[in-house]
């Protein structure tokens, strides 16, 4: 199959565009002129530069192709346009990388944003699938659990605003480029919408375990009432100052963010790695990279 990948540049878009690779497909990638395509195998894939928010570049990538696959974030606001790009093609396979957390009870700007691109979507008449992973870990570069790992590492005391009891179900990026390589050529996924998470969610504090007995260290959890904290963060943010957290940042902490995934299971064999053969595997890399 004659794949288009927009997102390839990203985290989760290189392991997405190796798997599509590795499973036999053709891959080309629209990237920006001022992307960083060093960590793609730019010999085994087309490169076609131009911006996904114009609408003729986008028509003229897709031109042969048979599928795309949209990696990068729906928040961007552009999915109505790559909707209307694709059908206005040939191309009616379309796999379309979301994420749970349109699902937050809290008033996140990108929210809305999230959920008008999603029903975009699925208003739209293609073979769509959508795809949403939960939080995504797997590296160094992840921007997630790597922040946690480098706490850790720095000091034997970690705050915690909340009793840390929320759950939690971070995915392996690996894993989530496996899901979409997997749906991609199974009709059983047309007009669907997966969440995808990891093995069995957790609590943050357990969270917090797994990964200091990664690191072979004993962490004292020092627990927060999370609510002055937050009032506090939103009066300094009114003022439009800016701080390393956001009050946002701890309310999703306590908000409960585990999801099921049966259904991928079911329709496309979907097995996920349990959460500390993930973190054993990032902190093997983080050693060898160090």
Not at 85 to 112: C, D, E, G, M, P
Not at 187 to 197: D, M
Not at 232 to 258: F, H, S
């Amino acid at each position: 199959m004659n794949v288009l990948v927009i997102g390839g540049t990203g985290f989760t878009g290189h392991f997405v565009v190796r798997q599509l690779l590795d499973a036999g497909h053709n891959v080309r990638c629209l990237v920006r002129p001022t992307s960083d395509i060093s960590g793609l195998p730019t010999d085994n894939i087309t490169i076609m530069t131009g911006d996904m928010g114009n609408a003729s570049d986008v028509a003229r990538s897709l031109d042969s192709m048979d599928a795309i696959v949209y990696v990068a974030s729906l928040g961007f606001g552009h999915a109505q346009g790559i909707v209307e790009a694709v059908q206005a093609s040939n191309v009616t396979r379309a796999v379309f990388v979301s994420t749970t957390a349109l699902f937050t009870q809290l008033n996140a700007s990108s929210k809305v944003v999230r959920v008008a691109a999603e029903k975009s979507i699925t208003d739209s008449d293609l073979d769509y699938t959508i795809i949403r992973p939960t939080m995504i870990y797997g590296t160094p570069g992840d921007r997630n659990m790597i922040r946690l790992i480098r706490l850790l590492q720095r000091t034997p005391i970690i705050p915690i605003f909340g009793d840390g009891n929320s759950l939690q179900q971070p995915v392996y990026v690996a894993d989530v480029a496996a899901a979409i390589v997997a749906a991609l050529p199974n009709t059983k996924t047309y007009r669907k919408a997966y969440n995808i998470s990891g093995k069995a969610p957790l609590t943050y504090n357990e969270v917090i375990d797994v990964v200091a007995n990664g690191l072979g260290k004993r962490i004292l959890k020092l627990h927060i009432p999370y609510k002055p904290v937050v009032w506090v963060l939103q009066q300094i943010e009114k003022l439009g100052i800016t701080l390393p957290i956001k009050a946002e940042q701890i309310l999703r902490l306590n908000e409960n963010k585990a999801f099921d995934h049966a259904e991928a299971a079911k329709d496309f064999g979907y097995a996920p790695r349990d959460f500390a053969s993930g973190i054993t595997a990032e902190l093997e890399e983080l050693i060898a990279d160090s």
